[in-house]
């Protein structure tokens, strides 16, 4: 192979990569879109807590991480409320900014 080709196709391959930090909120979004994020997460909020190389793949294990969180505290708390009213709570899993920052270490904070 050539310079200039190897130089050509090295940029096709960089440019679709998720390691620009101006998309992450945007890939975020997506691999949030069937979430239900609290009123409160802001989405461009944890994008800023990832580093410059953060690819594709540590944003979908950021996301499910938070998810997992949330869905575990959920488990958790309606295991031990045995209130009348715990009938009443919603089954779905809401995710909080806590939740992606309780797995901060995977963005190297």
């Given at each position: 192979?050539?310079?200039?080709?190897?130089?050509?196709?090295?940029?096709?391959?960089?440019?679709?990569?998720?390691?620009?930090?101006?998309?992450?909120?945007?890939?975020?979004?997506a691999l949030t879109r069937?979430?239900?994020l609290h009123k409160d997460?802001?989405?461009?909020?944890?994008?800023?807590?990832?580093?410059?190389?953060?690819?594709?793949?540590?944003?979908?294990?950021?996301?499910?991480?938070?998810?997992?969180?949330?869905?575990?505290?959920?488990?958790?708390?309606?295991h031990s409320a045995d209130?009348?009213?715990?009938?009443?709570?919603?089954?779905?899993?809401?995710?909080?900014?806590?939740?992606?920052?309780?797995?901060?270490?995977?963005?190297?904070?």
């Open positions: 192979m050539n310079f200039a080709f190897t130089l050509a196709l090295t940029k096709q391959r960089s440019s679709r990569t998720f390691s620009k930090p101006s998309k992450y909120p945007m890939v975020l979004k069937k979430f239900q997460v802001s989405l461009l909020s944890v994008a800023k807590m990832c580093p410059p190389n953060f690819t594709g793949a540590d944003m979908y294990a950021l996301c499910a991480d938070a998810w997992f969180h949330a869905a575990k505290l959920k488990v958790v708390s309606n209130s009348p009213n715990s009938e009443e709570k919603s089954n779905s899993v809401v995710v909080e900014f806590d939740d992606f920052v309780k797995n901060s270490w995977s963005c190297g904070n």
